[in-house]
């Protein structure tokens, strides 16, 4: 029933490793997100994707890559992993109208944890 | 930098007072959301009003918009201390799909 589920919750690897971590949503929306967020909450987007464009935010280095295999998947590769990539990262997505965009759906967040 | 900023940081009150939380934005915006989140959680979308909107109600929520002076307000009425958690406001900005998240607003409310 979780509308946006992301795995894993925790990651805790060294330095230098390459890891993912997978979001998946089952609402049906057309836009998908990663946020990142830092020890003093502040949260910073980093991707946004639907099935035409990916916007990156331009201060996100490129050790970080979202892949979509499909509408209701966007993963995130993170290779080379520095100390400063620890927090916690959502997922989350929306759906775009001519309206605008509506509220976003998050998922629960992954802590990661580079030592 | 189109974060916008909440006051107070933080708050403290007794459950049944009303809490109000300010945010204040940068750029001219499509919409304005509000969002919770609980301590370890994800963040939980609360209400969201449109530009050309000036109050909006939800429950025991009641956010105002004045786009003049790039601000909003979240008032929680009779709050109880299951409201304890942070509060974001985040802003739409005009002709943009992506949410720009304030510094959020760390609420406690005693019981």
């Known amino acids: 029933d979780t509308a946006v589920s992301q795995t894993p919750k925790y990651l805790v690897t060294q330095m230098g490793n390459d890891k993912s971590i997978k979001c998946e949503q089952n609402?049906?929306?057309?836009?998908m997100y990663w946020y990142k967020q830092d020890s003093k909450k502040f949260l910073k987007i980093m991707f946004s994707?639907?099935?035409?464009?990916?916007?990156i935010n331009e201060t996100v280095p490129n050790r970080f890559s979202p892949k979509s295999p499909d509408k209701a998947h966007l993963n995130l590769h993170i290779n080379s992993l520095e100390l400063g990539d620890s927090a916690v990262y959502f997922c989350?997505?929306?759906?775009?109208?001519?309206?605008?965009?509506?509220?976003?759906?998050f998922g629960s967040g992954t802590r990661l944890t580079v030592v | 930098s189109q974060q916008g900023e909440e006051d107070p940081q933080a708050l403290s009150i007794q459950e049944g007072e009303n809490a109000t939380m300010n945010c204040s934005y940068k750029?001219?915006?499509?919409?304005l959301q509000w969002y919770r989140q609980n301590s370890g959680r994800g963040l939980v979308h609360l209400i969201l009003?449109?530009?050309?909107?000036r109050e909006k109600h939800s429950g025991r929520l009641r956010v105002t918009l004045d786009t003049s002076k790039k601000s909003s307000s979240l008032l929680i009425t009779a709050s109880r201390a299951a409201d304890t958690a942070s509060y974001f406001c985040?802003?739409?900005?005009?002709?943009?799909?992506?949410?720009?998240f304030g510094t959020g607003t760390r609420l406690t409310v005693i019981p």
């Open positions: 985040a802003t739409v900005p005009s002709g943009a799909n992506n949410l720009f």
């Open positions: 994707y639907n099935n035409k464009e990916l916007i």
């Open positions: 009003i449109r530009s050309n909107e």
């Open positions: 750029t001219s915006i499509n919409n």
């Open positions: 609402l049906g929306h057309d836009t």
């Open positions: 989350a997505s929306s759906q775009v109208s001519r309206q605008g965009v509506s509220g976003y759906t």
